[in-house]
Structure formats: C-alpha cells, structure tokens
C-alpha cells in the first residue's frame, strides 16, 4: 500500500494526558499537511511541513500542540495536557509541490480522538 | 482569506444526477478542489479546476466560474455508493494549505 498511513486509528485517552500520533505520507512526497475534523464540519488545516521544515500553524494550534518532521519523511502530532474538546478525527495529508501547478493533497485514514 | 459555501445536505434518486454548488470568496485564487468523504473515511481526491470551463470525468464532473466565485459538482446516473459528504475547498493564499466547507452530505435513495 503506497498510500498516507496514520497510527493509531483510534485512540481512547483521559483528560490531562499526553498523545501522539504519527503519519507516514506517500513516498517522495515534499509536503506533509495536518487537519482536524469534528462531526458535521470540513477539515480545519493546523500545520504544515515542507520537507523538515514546518512552514506554517494555524491559530487553532494552542501550545499543548506540537508537530514535527524531522527526517523529512513521517511526521508526529503530540497533544499535550488533552481536553475534552481536543476530541476530533486528525486527518494527515500528503502533497508532491512540483514547483508549479497544483498542489493536490491525499489524505490519510485519520486518527480519531476520543478524550474522556 | 477564504470563506466557501455549500449547502448541508441533499437527497437524490439512484439513477438521477445531482448537483452540488460550492461558492467561495478569496483574497487570492489559485485554484478549487472537491472531495468525497464516507463517513468514518478520509477524503478523497475528486477534481481540480483552475480554469473557467467544466471538467469531466467518467460520471463526476467539476465547473468552475471564477468571476462569479462559483462551482459545482456533478453526479451522473447516481449509484447509492455515491452517498457521502462532498467537500469543496481551495488554498488559503498561494498554493498552501486548504480552506474546506462544511460539506454537502447526499443521500442517494432508491
């Protein structure tokens, strides 16, 4: 499967606990996007890397949240100190910036969390 | 930034066709996706367009009209498979990250 993967699928956590979630985007692929998605709502961007470097964060992105990519390759997206409306479905993307053109995203089966 | 529109949900008749709008206000365009998302499922890629003009493929197509900020999905001879939420969106600014409606939930009944 040569798709973007996301671990765990789910994930069941206490509030005040940390959590982490990886995504390995589709091979060769420069760009590397995180969303979140609550019920009845599209995608709300949080991050984004080029390569190792993370570009830009969205205003949602508190500082009990943090990302990184750090060969370039997978990413992770820890939450810290998690509260109940952290729970959502985190969905990871992945892009191939061809320098111009369109930058199509694919998206990953999401993690969905669940903060009790 | 972007603010995009469409409507919440729709029903349709297996065999019939659909069409979704989406329209969208930008501070810069570069271009307008639509996705289709099962429930419990990640999106998936749709269409693209960039240019005003339709763009077919199989039994989906995608217009896009860029004075008026305006497109649409088009669903030919629906399949039930076809219920799902579809999801238009396009960049922020620039070719960086996207700005997603709500999404349009149809139904396809028989």
């Known amino acids: 499967d040569t798709g973007v993967s996301q671990n765990p699928r789910h994930k069941i956590t206490k509030r005040g606990q940390n959590v982490t979630f990886r995504c390995d985007p589709i091979s060769e692929h420069n760009r590397l996007y995180w969303y979140r998605q609550t019920l009845g709502q599209g995608p709300e961007f949080l991050t984004y890397f080029q390569n190792e470097a993370q570009l830009e964060k969205s205003r949602l992105l508190s500082d009990r949240f943090s990302a990184e990519r750090p060969k370039g390759s997978f990413s992770t997206l820890e939450i810290q100190r998690t509260e109940q409306g952290d729970s959502a479905m985190y969905l990871c993307?992945?892009?191939?910036?061809?320098?111009?053109?369109?930058?199509?995203?694919?998206f990953g089966p999401g993690t969905r969390l669940t903060v009790l | 930034g972007q603010n995009i529109d469409q409507p919440t949900e729709m029903t349709a008749t297996e065999g019939a066709i659909v069409q979704i709008n989406c329209t969208y206000q930008t501070s810069g365009f570069n271009g307008l996706f639509w996705y289709q998302q099962h429930a419990g499922e990640a999106p998936t890629f749709l269409s693209y367009?960039?240019?005003?003009g339709l763009e077919e493929k199989g039994r989906f197509s995608s217009f896009l009209s860029r004075s008026k900020g305006y497109s649409y999905l088009l669903l030919k001879e629906l399949q039930m498979k076809d219920s799902a939420s579809y999801l238009c969106?396009?960049?922020?600014?620039?070719?960086?990250?996207?700005?997603f409606g709500k999404g349009t939930r149809l139904s396809v009944i028989a």
């Open positions: 993307a992945s892009s191939l910036i061809p320098g111009l053109g369109t930058d199509t995203q694919y």
């Open positions: 367009n960039v240019l005003d």
């Open positions: 969106a396009a960049p922020n600014s620039g070719n960086t990250p996207l700005v």
